[in-house]
């Protein structure tokens, strides 16, 4: 048995992380709860935490079969999953592929438009800031991650978005954006951590352009639980068991 009774490591917004016997390995749960707008929305539906569980677990394995380094080992329940203990690099990484959220407003681009490339952009981890964008000077003056190590997560990042476009296009969804997170291992290799589904990515329906993601919620589209249930179809192959 991994898992040590109520050793809670943290609680996040989305996910709780339990110690086990093995320190190089936690158990990382998720949970049913919605955030959003730095958790000053919040709400919740049952079944939430087993759906992006095993949407990110199908992903995840996909992704270590195609090389990509991942923490992910195994599943321990429908909601709970094995995985590396990590040293988290302090910033979220996006990738966007269409027009979409706060780029909109940025540049003043309409929101679906394709970009000619991969836009990668650095986010600082930091709640207290909402999470504000910075730029590679800035993530040297803060000594948040050295050149080399945002080299290898840039490398690593359109490495798995140029995994996961074909994947999620054979499925009818359109991959607008992600947000990914990286850290180090026991073993001080770089891996792709975190989670990956519709809480972290802008997913649309390709042939409706009906948005499945987080935005619902955002955004008061619609079911989020609708949403969320139609990527987990699609992404691991059967409909959710009730």
Same mark, same amino acid.
């Given at each position: 048995m991994l898992q040590q009774p109520d050793a809670t490591l943290y609680e996040g917004k989305a996910k709780i992380l339990y110690a086990t016997t093995d320190p190089k390995v936690v158990i990382q749960e998720f949970k049913d709860d919605l955030t959003a707008f730095n958790a000053q929305k919040k709400g919740t539906f049952f079944g939430k935490g087993a759906i992006n569980c095993q949407i990110s677990a199908t992903l995840f394995r996909l992704l270590a079969e195609k090389g990509v380094p991942v923490h992910f080992r195994s599943l321990d329940s429908p909601r709970r999953m094995v995985i590396d203990r990590l040293e988290m690099v302090p910033l979220e990484v996006v990738v966007r592929n269409r027009v979409a959220g706060s780029l909109t407003k940025r540049l003043g681009i309409p929101e679906g438009e394709e970009l000619s490339f991969p836009v990668i952009e650095w986010y600082y981890k930091r709640?207290?800031?909402?999470?504000?964008?910075?730029?590679?000077?800035?993530?040297?003056? $803060?000594? *948040?991650?050295?050149?080399?190590?945002? %080299?290898?997560? +840039?490398?690593?990042?359109?490495? !798995?978005? =140029?995994? @996961?476009?074909?994947?999620?296009?054979?499925?009818?969804l359109i991959l607008v954006?992600?947000?990914?997170?990286?850290?180090?291992?026991?073993?001080?290799? $770089?891996? *792709?951590?975190?989670?990956?589904?519709? %809480?972290?990515? +802008?997913?649309?329906?390709?042939? !409706?352009? =009906?948005? @499945?993601?987080?935005?619902?919620?955002?955004?008061?589209?619609?079911?989020?639980?609708?949403?969320?249930?139609?990527?987990?179809?699609?992404?691991?192959?059967?409909?959710?068991?009730?």
């Open positions: 709640d207290d800031l909402g999470d504000p964008m910075v730029n590679r000077d800035h993530i040297r003056i $803060l000594k *948040l991650a050295s050149d080399a190590v945002l %080299d290898e997560i +840039r490398t690593l990042a359109l490495r !798995t978005n =140029e995994i @996961l476009l074909p994947f999620y296009r054979e499925r009818g954006d992600m947000k990914l997170e990286f850290g180090w291992n026991s073993s001080g290799s $770089l891996v *792709l951590g975190d989670e990956i589904d519709g %809480d972290t990515s +802008r997913l649309w329906d390709a042939g !409706t352009g =009906e948005k @499945l993601d987080k935005d619902r919620f955002r955004m008061d589209l619609g079911s989020v639980k609708e949403g969320y249930e139609k990527i987990y179809e699609r992404v691991v192959g059967h409909a959710v068991e009730s």
